[in-house]
């Protein structure tokens, strides 16, 4: 099991590299088996869970599912996948990063989003860098580390502020940082200023996810988009059999 999920990291790791503009990764993001299935089937060849979607599909408002519930909806959305699978895992549910880092490979986990707020408020930066070391330490090579930055949803939306930030979580051992709800107009600069990949949040209407690479993503993710566009066309059909 341990070969198969490093191999699967050193899978994940590659589909970030060398990436051209205009053509960044695109990783859908499946909350529950039947969803991960139907992206791997179209050929994703990586999915990342978004933990507002794994807990709309648990009965959870964002950010209030239980840490054992998260773990095993990734661990069952991995298990019907061949593909490399990330997960949200928010800021870490309070966990050492030691157990954090054994929860996550228990249940398959590639990689992790690890949020630098908690409660709607940012965290000291370098206090989230020092403890993000500890989880890259505790994970060796086997998890890829995406770093939320989260000054554009619960700080300033200075973008200055972000690549600061950013700075530190890189030189802390995050693999790609996530800069999330920047504006599209500050990608450019973002991209100037921060240091290996970035993943980006697409929406599902504009701009094209091809746009979205040419302005300086890595990797386009889509939070709980898909999740919602799912339901609400869930709701479109059940009104229909009224």
């Known amino acids: 099991m341990v070969s198969e999920v490093a191999t699967k990291v050193e899978r994940f790791r590659a589909l970030h590299q060398g990436r051209l503009p205009g053509e960044p990764l695109v990783l859908p993001g499946p909350w529950d088996a039947a969803s991960a299935r139907a992206f791997a089937d179209?050929?994703?060849p990586a999915l990342a869970t978004?933990?507002?979607g794994v807990a709309a599909s648990l009965g959870y408002e964002d950010g209030a599912t239980p840490a054992a519930e998260m773990f095993a909806a990734v661990a069952r959305i991995v298990r019907v996948v061949?593909?490399?699978v990330s997960a949200d895992v928010e800021d870490g549910y309070g966990l050492a990063p030691k157990e954090l880092v054994e929860r996550l490979l228990e249940a398959g986990a590639v990689g992790c989003n690890l949020e630098d707020s908690v409660g709607g408020v940012l965290k000291d930066a370098a206090r989230h860098a020092e403890w993000l070391a500890e989880v890259r330490g505790a994970a060796g090579g086997q998890l890829f580390v995406n770093a939320r930055v989260d000054v554009f949803v619960?700080?300033?939306s200075d973008?200055?502020?972000?690549?600061e930030r950013a700075a530190l979580y890189v030189a802390a051992g995050a693999d790609c940082v996530y800069p999330i709800g920047a504006?599209?107009?500050v990608l450019p600069l973002l991209r100037a200023g921060i240091q290996g990949p970035m993943n980006v949040i697409a929406r599902l209407d504009e701009p094209s996810v091809?746009?979205?690479?040419?302005?300086g993503a890595t990797r386009v993710t889509f939070?709980?988009?898909?999740?919602?566009?799912?339901?609400?066309?869930v709701r479109g059909i059940v009104a229909g059999l009224r």
């Open 223 to 233: 939070g709980p988009g898909l999740q919602r566009r799912a339901a609400e066309a």
């Open 42 to 44: 179209a050929g994703f």
């Open 50 to 52: 978004p933990s507002a």
């Open 154 to 156: 619960h700080g300033d």
């Open 183 to 185: 504006p599209v107009d």
């Open 82 to 84: 061949d593909v490399p």
């Open 159 to 163: 973008p200055e502020r972000a690549i």
């Open 210 to 215: 091809s746009d979205l690479g040419e302005l």
